[in-house]
């Protein structure tokens, strides 16, 4: 006998004797939900020594993923939205350089997602680029991608294109900045 037709039977032999009683059912449930974003390695091309300014460019290749919030097979998502913040060039080498300042690092242009897997991309519940804060420079947090409630349930890839102000007369060696690319849940 299935545990279906016991609690038929305990319901209907409750039903007749004029006896009440609560039935509890334990159904497990699983919830996960996973949000994460990062940026590969990037290394821009080797400039001459110059007496002056210079411009490096390069595109960035980032990568937002969310599950959702599942609980059974159903999953959604309050939107989330990736910011990029740079620091400063901290020079290494053997010419006592001085650091870049992570000002001189800009996003020049956002482009909008590709899909990886996942939910399809929607026009206006995205993931997409924002409207506003997706260029300008790196020393403060830039917007590069949201998705809306419900929305951007996958991952997905967005090149973004940045270029780097080298000062003139910046002494020889190599140069690292950090980027720090978060991704934070929210409408």
Do not use: K
């Amino acid at each position: 006998m299935s545990a279906s037709d016991a609690t038929r039977r305990l319901l209907r032999a409750l039903a007749a004797t004029g006896a009440s009683a609560m039935l509890s059912l334990a159904i497990p449930l699983q919830a996960w939900a996973a949000l994460s974003a990062s940026v590969a390695d990037f290394t821009m091309a080797a400039l001459p020594y110059s007496h002056t300014h210079q411009t490096a460019t390069g595109t960035l290749s980032l990568t937002a993923t969310d599950t959702g919030t599942c609980i059974l097979l159903i999953c959604s998502n309050n939107g989330w939205h990736v910011t990029i913040q740079a620091s400063d060039f901290a020079y290494s080498g053997p010419n006592v350089g001085s650091a870049i300042p992570g000002a001189n690092l800009s996003i020049t242009q956002a482009h909008p997602p590709s899909r990886l897997s996942g939910q399809a991309i929607d026009p206006q519940g995205g993931p997409h680029v924002p409207a506003s804060n997706s260029t300008g420079t790196l020393d403060t947090p830039r917007e590069t991608l949201e998705a809306r409630d419900n929305f951007g349930l996958g991952s997905y890839r967005q090149l973004i294109d940045v270029s780097l102000v080298v000062p003139g007369q910046s002494r020889a060696g190599t140069y690292r900045t950090t980027l720090t690319v978060t991704i934070s849940a929210g409408p």
